[in-house]
């Protein structure tokens, strides 16, 4: 029973466009809402984050949206660079300590 | 750099033989997490420490034990690994529980059971 949802394991973007990354999710009590990015060989680093209460956060390319409604979350990377390149974690918290991820996206950004 | 640093990173172990993974943090985090992820799948939370008071999750086996000797060190035990136990093994910290939405990661350990 997944809770966060990753639906593409990947995505190929050239370099310069926009990245956008999908995450869906079932649970109503998520309270807050992550992106994390991993790169091989390295443990996930948190990227940027969303409260419910909110439906946007910006932080210089990088900009989350929610979707309370559809129960939906994006992230979009513009413009991407070829050092985005990973793979991206959803996760969410539903008010207490523990974070349910997703299995993640790996995108990679052609040169 | 504050950091959380996680040795070794690569582990290979017999099947039922006991192996331990270290985690330390420079970063005076008040949480220790472990999770376990597997090929392809959402890391998985194990258990975590908040200072010294230990939270299992209620669907983490008990052949997996932990240890949090202080602040700055926390152990996974694997008493009798199978070969189902085999994946990457993260370590993370937060401040505290209320900002459990930012945890900090450690590079991993990859664990193979033979």
């Known amino acids: 029973d997944q809770q966060v949802k990753q639906n593409s394991p990947s995505l190929s973007v050239q370099e310069g466009r926009i990245s956008i990354l999908n995450c869906d999710y079932t649970?109503?009590?998520?309270?807050?809402f992550l992106w994390y990015k991993k790169y091989p060989a390295e443990g996930p680093t948190f990227l940027i984050s969303i409260s419910s209460i909110k439906d946007k956060n910006e932080d210089g390319r990088f900009t989350v949206f929610l979707n309370k409604s559809a129960k939906h979350l994006s992230l979009h990377i513009v413009p991407s660079q070829p050092g985005d390149s990973a793979v991206y974690f959803c996760a969410a918290r539903a008010g207490s300590y523990q974070l349910t991820f997703g299995k993640g996206t790996k995108l990679s950004v052609i040169p | 750099d504050a950091m959380v640093i996680q040795n070794p990173r690569y582990q290979v172990t017999q099947f039922g033989k006991p192996v331990t993974l270290s985690c330390s943090q420079t970063l005076n985090h008040n949480v220790m997490y472990w999770y376990q992820q597997k090929s392809s799948q959402a890391p998985k939370l194990l258990f975590h420490y908040y200072d010294k008071d230990f939270n299992n999750e209620a669907d983490t086996p008990d052949n997996f034990q932990s240890r949090r000797p202080n602040t700055s060190f926390c152990f996974l035990d694997i008493r009798s690994p199978g070969l189902g136990d085999a994946a990457m093994y993260l370590c993370?910290?937060?401040?505290?529980?209320?900002?459990?939405?930012?945890?900090?990661f450690g590079p991993g350990t990859r664990l193979t059971v033979t």
């Open positions: 993370a910290t937060s401040r505290d529980l209320g900002s459990s939405y930012e945890q900090y």
């Open positions: 649970n109503s009590m998520f309270d807050y």
